[in-house]
């Protein structure tokens, strides 16, 4: 039994490196991917906790990355309704053709409590540079540390297909005290966290508005973007088709990509107004 205590954790040691270098490996393949995406066609599928509530949506998205371009027609809950913001014009205003009474066509600032009250993200944070721009954060934070929060588990199925199931595990997960430095709101606090800002908003009820903040305030900010991250990457392309992620309360938002076209050769009139196709 003496000698065989040592080969015991010998194995289990190499297994757990195994499962280490596995994790990595799909992880950076993951990263590359979505650097790779200049622009794409999908439709996204999601669930959102927002104040309790689940809400559910469901869009067919045309994006293009740099510059940003972004054209949005909603299957749910407005069946119909269609946005479009283009980066650097309008104002960054996004274009609304809402297909419903009063039928008046609007531009909308992104960040507008109005247009955000039953929305965890804006529709800068549509697609797959958000998420790769909060893990490239990540990794620049933790450096390879941030590896030792990663598994790669049995594979998992959703709607039909079979992904790898890379897991993000943050045990430590919690809210901590952060003061509000001058010119602050809880948007721009959560761009330098790397988290969300809907998700500090929640945690701070006191305040209405992402910019109610002064300077000084104390504030509870989450130290990750949640306790755990289950992204379901595809075994072909890499990219994480499917990404949950989990706060200290359970499924804080759920998001299914499918029908993905990786960069498609756009015409100026996919990004445009003027398109007839659209009912701006």
Known sequence: MRNFLPLLFLFCSSKSFSQLTQSKEVFDKMMAAMKGVKSCSFVIDMEEKVRGETKHYEYIVKQNTSPYKIYLY????????????????????????????PFINMSLNPYNPLVRKTHQYTIWEMGFNYIHSVLDGYLKKYENSF????????????????????????NDFRFDDYKV?????????????????????EANPKYKNYDDVKTGDV????N?????????????TFLPMVQNIYDHKGLYSRIDFSSVVLNPNFTPMDFSKENKKYGF
């Open 74 to 101: 909603s299957i749910k809950p407005n069946p119909g309704t269609e946005a479009l913001l283009i980066e650097g014009e309008n104002n960054n205003k996004v274009y609304v053709n809402p297909n419903r009474f």
């Open 181 to 201: 430095s001058a010119g602050e709101t809880m948007t721009t606090i959560a761009e330098k966290l790397l988290v969300n800002d809907f998700m500090i908003l």
């Open 219 to 222: 504030i509870r900010v989450p």
């Open 147 to 170: 590896y030792g929060f990663l598994s790669l588990e049995q594979d998992t199925v959703s709607k039909g297909k079979t992904y790898y199931k890379l897991v993000i595990n943050k």
């Open 224 to 236: 990750f973007y949640g306790k755990k991250i289950i992204l379901g990457v595809d075994k072909t």
